[in-house]
């Protein structure tokens, strides 16, 4: 599985962005996805993950209500809008594959994108 996350940009405190991931291949529907983010120096924080069918998510404590995972299967892309966005959300999101979890474990994941940067001002 290849990804491709992109979306990202700069946005001012407050605003919303949605970030997408698209997948190659045509197994992407038997994949749990999830978006962790890191910034330079810093290890890599879980952000949302997403069952198979769409029907299991799991959020960070600290960004629920903010940010939403979605998928659309057909369209082998996954989302994540996050609403109210703050100074402290300035982070590189990079999207991830997980053939058998459902997890907040990076660990878990087994194909990776490249991330796409987040810049939130004042």
């Known amino acids: 599985v290849q990804l491709q996350a992109s979306g990202g940009g700069l946005v001012q405190a407050g605003g919303s962005l949605r970030l997408s991931c698209a997948a190659s291949?045509?197994?992407?529907?038997?994949?749990?996805m999830g978006w962790f983010r890191q910034a330079p120096g810093k290890e890599r924080e879980f952000v949302a993950t997403?069952?198979?069918?769409?029907?299991?998510?799991y959020y960070a404590d600290s960004l629920k209500g903010r940010f939403t995972i979605s998928r659309d299967n057909p369209k082998n892309t996954v989302y994540l809008q996050m609403n109210s966005l703050k100074l402290e959300d300035t982070y590189i999101y990079s999207c991830?594959?997980?053939?058998?979890?459902?997890?907040?474990?990076?660990?878990?994941?087994?194909?990776w994108g490249q991330g796409t940067l987040v810049t939130v001002s004042s």
């Open positions: 991830a594959a997980s053939r058998y979890y459902t997890s907040r474990d990076y660990r878990r994941y087994d194909y």
């Open positions: 997403i069952s198979t069918s769409g029907d299991i998510t």
């Open positions: 291949g045509r197994s992407f529907s038997s994949y749990s």
